[in-house]
């Protein structure tokens, strides 16, 4: 069955994908507070290494076929995340977040290690969402990873 998204629903994605990271973030110890920032929409202090994390969500809701669809990460985001990140004194994460079919995936990792396994070409970076990298992002300790696996069981 095709969907037929609301007009507005990249906006609930967005809204939908930092709240998710925040709240795991929370439920794993990390203090954390949403920001409204330009460059980071999470701040956050991780209990396990001490780093406070400025974290930006980007979030992608795809339809049925296109799952392997990668997620542009347009270059201007790294330097607002930059800018953020000098002006409060943390180190510059991202998490990417998908909502692919049945599966909503989250990988959180530093911007450093994004931009070593997915540099920016002409004006953005792509964070490949194939299956061989799907693989890759399992088994690199630099990246964190949840997932959520969906079933509409009655809907009109």
Known sequence: MELSKSSRHSK???DFAESLVLYWLSKYGFECANVDHTG?????KNPHTGEVMGVSVKSRSRNVG???TNVSITSDNFDKARAACDAF???PYFAVV???ADTISCFITSMEHLLEIHPVGKSASSWAMSKP???RYREDPSIMRFEFTSKTTRWW
């Open 12 to 14: 609930i994605t967005g």
């Open 40 to 44: 980071i929409d999470i701040i956050a």
């Open 133 to 135: 990298w799907l693989e």
């Open 66 to 68: 296109t799952e392997g």
């Open 98 to 100: 998908v909502d692919a």
């Open 89 to 91: 004194g943390c180190l």
